[in-house]
Nanobody, 125 residues
Framework: QVQLVESGGGLVQAGGSLRLSCASS????????MAWFRQAPGKEREFVAA????????IYADSVKERFTISKDNAKNTGYLQMNSLKPEDTAVYYC??????????????????WGQGTQVTVSS
């Protein structure tokens, strides 16, 4: 079982940066791929970034490439999303998610059985 808790959201001006964290209480997180998704008001939840269980081969949505960086510290059972050059359109609730052990990361939210409660990111113009 993988339990996830996000933190690090907040209010930031356009062009600013935030670092989201996703902490897991279970040892299985170290062998699980993880991803970040986001949901803006009135919109469907969308893929942001994903990374394999070994913290390799990151995948990014086109809208965040070159601005966001996903990482994973297996020793700390924690994943991160570094967000730079934030834009108002990045405003959303951000969720971290994890897959089962030793499978590959994907962009499909339906492949992720474990989810955090979400953290709000608001970017003002």
């Amino acid at each position: 079982q993988v339990q996830l808790v996000e933190s690090g959201g907040g209010l930031v001006q356009a062009g600013g940066s935030l670092r989201l964290s996703c902490a897991s209480s279970g040892r299985a997180f170290s062998t699980s791929p993880m991803a970040w998704f986001r949901q803006a008001p009135g919109k469907e939840r969308e893929f942001v970034a994903a990374i394999n269980w070994s913290a390799s081969r990151p995948i990014y949505a086109d809208s965040v490439k070159e601005r966001f960086t996903i990482s994973k510290d297996n020793a700390k059972n924690t994943g991160y999303l570094q967000m730079n050059s934030l834009k108002p359109e990045d405003t959303a609730v951000y969720y971290c998610a994890a897959r089962s052990r030793l499978v590959t990361a994907t962009t499909d939210q339906h492949e992720y059985p474990y989810w955090g409660q979400g953290t709000q990111v608001t970017v003002s113009s």
